[in-house]
């Protein structure tokens, strides 16, 4: 297997990985480019269809994969993130593993 296809392996989102959860793991893997990469990665791969992910970016000031956590209501991680709860196939909402902004006692997209 060459180096291209060994990175297209590593960085293929894991069944019903949430976007949060992928962005996060690829940042601790490879660090931030300064570009929403993984976000389209993931995108192309499990929500094509999925085309206003990229406006809500741009309104919400969102310029590079750093930020797609938070924006999406998850707290930002450092370090090596759990592994994914899981998600609905196409779903851009992250999984129960970081929490839900509406729960009582609990502060907004703090990780469970």
């Keep these: 297997m060459t180096n291209a296809g060994l990175l297209d392996l590593w960085?293929?989102?894991?069944?019903?990985?949430c976007l949060s959860c992928y962005v996060s793991?690829?940042?601790?893997?490879?660090?931030?480019?300064?570009?929403l990469?993984?976000?389209?990665?993931?995108r192309g791969l499990r929500a094509?269809?999925?085309?206003a992910l990229d406006r809500m970016f741009r309104r919400r000031a969102v310029n590079?994969?750093?930020?797609?956590?938070?924006?999406?209501g998850a707290a930002t991680s450092s370090?090596?993130?759990?592994?994914c709860a899981g998600v609905r196939r196409g779903?851009?909402?992250?999984?129960?593993?970081?929490?839900?902004p509406d729960a009582p006692g609990r502060?907004?997209?703090?990780?469970t």
């Design 79 to 83: 370090g090596t993130p759990p592994p």
């Design 64 to 72: 590079c994969d750093c930020g797609v956590p938070a924006a999406l």
């Design 25 to 35: 793991r690829l940042l601790a893997d490879f660090g931030c480019d300064g570009t």
């Design 37 to 42: 990469r993984w976000t389209r990665r993931w």
């Design 11 to 17: 960085t293929e989102p894991q069944e019903r990985e």
């Design 107 to 111: 502060a907004r997209g703090s990780p």
């Design 48 to 51: 094509p269809g999925v085309v």
């Design 91 to 100: 779903s851009t909402r992250p999984c129960s593993m970081w929490g839900r």
